[in-house]
Nanobody
């Protein structure tokens, strides 16, 4: 099992920036890819950004050009740099790790991001 702990959420004015962090521990060697998801009130959880072990990234259309996902393997930490934040970005953000052998998804507890217009 991979244990994930997010931090860095908070309240920010529209147009501002936040950086989320996700510290991973446990069976880190089994991680194949990591991702950030978010869930707004009354909505389904959605993928925001993903990054593979090869460094290949993918973003939701709604955040392209504003958010950047990165990973520091030495620190076992995943990041999400969020710029030009909009009220629609308000949600609980979750860190996700996909492991293989066997296939498994692990989740953090989530961190609240609130963007004030």
């Amino acid at each position: 099992q991979v244990h994930l702990v997010e931090s860095g959420g908070g309240s920010v004015q529209a147009g501002g920036s936040l950086r989320l962090s996700c510290a991973a521990s446990g069976r880190i060697f089994s991680i194949n890819a990591m991702a950030w998801y978010r869930q707004a009130p009354g909505k389904q959880r959605e993928s925001v950004a993903t990054i593979t072990n090869d460094g290949i990234t993918n973003y939701a259309d709604s955040v392209k050009g504003r958010f950047t996902i990165s990973r520091d393997s030495a620190k076992n930490t995943l990041y999400l740099q969020m710029n030009s934040l909009k009220p629609d970005d308000t949600a609980v953000y979750y860190c996700n790790a996909v492991s293989v052998g066997p296939l498994r998804h692990d989740w953090g507890q989530g961190t609240q991001v609130t963007v004030i217009s």
